[in-house]
């Protein structure tokens, strides 16, 4: 390296430590061909895979609206891909100056990913168009994705797996993700988003949809997660896949909200096993509508918890399951679940119930303790309410109600994510803690194309 060069090197990585960086504005298309100096001029674009290779914290590439054909390079080893994106960038961003991947304003790339028999170890049936490369602080924002012109399933992944550490602080947003019209047969993973390994991961402003296998089995799923924490699911329509989102392994202190998961086998379904705890995790404000097995469930497999979690405004509708909790203490409040057939509430032995207040339930027909001795049954409001099934013996249902909660329907069918809103005359209005509504606030619920997500209020 030339003594000039040298010193440039330096200068870059004092001026990233102290945030100070040069952004730049590169521009990308499905025939573009530039060298990456140049494609910082719309006219003369770069193709998706320089832009991979140069761009730094700071930069923003626009992907201009039309069809990417990306395919695996086959003279890599199958095993490469598992792990990885056909697009994964080389560098990372920063928490300041993330690396932005995005559509170009009112244009839509699309993603079409190739399968490939020749990868015998690799997923045949499945491709990712997009991945994180190990690297932190990568944005994706606004793309279309498929695989084999929509009859495979398309996705991404988002991981740190292959270095051995927690990727951090990458987001996957205003994204439409195909899983294709092909049911799988296989149960080994498949999913359309893939977190594993990963450290305040965003996910938002989503819509998934087709991913099935032919048992609907759980391993198929939109979402899937393995050892992350401080994760963001929002803003999503989720439907037609065996599991809407999969909590497969060791996450916490993870917020799931303002999701729509309907028309599935199950919405939103957890797993806890050996040593491989999922706490302290909120379930809010979702609309789990139509999903034949499991709105909401954590499956207790081995001696492990799912300690301190918070399940509460959730709308759960029609599905044989409302609420399944594994071991662990749990707060469940101001939640309706109507019309779930076989449970409202199931738990497991070794769950503790240490707030459940303010729920419509309807049927009510709650299972505590399942698989121990002490099974108990409660088909009514009132032994719900005289159970002293709380932590300490207290009673749980306070506020509850057995009633009709008076949704719109305004489809006729309970189809429609509007039809979930309630009507000025439901007993559910204000009769939550505080006065506020029971169930989700549908105004927040779901993909909406170009949705404007509020930013959070600044902390105190």
Not at 74 to 102: C, H, M, Q
Not at 347 to 366: A, C, F, K, R, W
Request: charged share 15%; hydrophobic share 30%.
């Amino acid at each position: 390296m030339s003594i000039s060069k040298k010193y440039i090197a330096i200068i870059s990585i004092l001026l990233l430590q102290f945030g100070i960086v040069q952004a730049g504005t590169y521009y990308v298309s499905p025939t573009g061909s530039a060298a990456w100096s140049q494609c910082t001029n719309i006219d003369t674009p770069c193709s998706p895979e320089v832009s991979m290779a140069n761009a730094v914290a700071g930069d923003t590439v626009y992907f201009r609206g039309g069809r990417y054909e990306l395919y695996y390079d086959e003279s890599k080893d199958p095993a490469y891909y598992w792990y990885r994106g056909i697009l994964s960038p080389s560098n990372s961003g920063t928490s300041a100056n993330p690396i932005t991947f995005v559509a170009y304003p009112e244009e839509v790339p699309i993603l079409n990913c190739h399968t490939t028999s020749q990868l015998d170890s690799g997923p045949q049936d499945m491709c990712r168009a997009f991945g994180n490369g190990d690297k932190n602080y990568i944005v994706f924002d606004g793309f279309t994705i498929y695989a084999d012109n929509g009859t495979k399933m398309g996705g991404l992944i988002i991981t740190g797996k292959n270095i051995g550490q927690r990727a951090v602080g990458n987001v996957v947003k205003n994204c439409v993700i195909n899983g294709g019209s092909t049911v799988i047969t296989s149960t080994d993973n498949r999913e359309g988003i893939r977190l594993e390994e990963t450290s305040n991961t965003l996910i938002q402003n989503c819509k998934l949809y087709n991913y099935r296998q032919t048992t609907d089995w759980h391993n198929t799923a939109a979402i899937k997660m393995y050892f992350n924490d401080n994760v963001t699911i929002e803003y999503l329509e989720i439907y037609n896949s065996s599991a809407g989102i999969y909590l497969k392994s060791d996450i916490d202190n993870s917020t799931f909200r303002y999701n729509y998961v309907h028309d599935s086998y199950s919405a939103i379904v957890g797993q806890v096993y050996t040593i491989r705890n999922s706490d302290n995790n909120k379930i809010y404000n979702n609309v789990l509508a139509n999903n034949s097995f499991m709105g909401l469930g954590v499956i207790q497999n081995e001696d492990a918890t799912a300690d301190g979690w918070q399940v509460y405004n959730n709308t759960i509708y029609n599905s044989h399951y409302g609420i399944i909790a594994a071991k662990g203490k749990w707060k469940i409040w101001n939640n309706i679940l109507m019309g779930n057939s076989n449970r409202s509430l199931r738990t497991y032995s070794g769950n503790i119930l240490v707030e459940s207040d303010h729920n419509q339930m309807s049927p009510l027909n709650n299972i505590l303790r399942v698989y121990a001795a002490d099974q108990s049954i409660y088909t009514t409001l009132t032994s719900w309410q005289n159970s002293g099934e709380l932590e300490g013996g207290g009673n749980p249902g306070n506020g509850s109600l057995v009633a009709d909660p008076k949704f719109v329907n305004s489809s006729g069918n309970m189809n429609q994510l509007d039809d979930f809103i309630l009507a000025q005359d439901s007993p559910c209005k204000g009769a939550g803690r505080s006065g506020v509504d029971m169930g989700a606030n549908i105004a927040n619920v779901g993909y909406v194309p170009n949705r404007v997500v509020p930013k959070p209020p600044t902390p105190n």
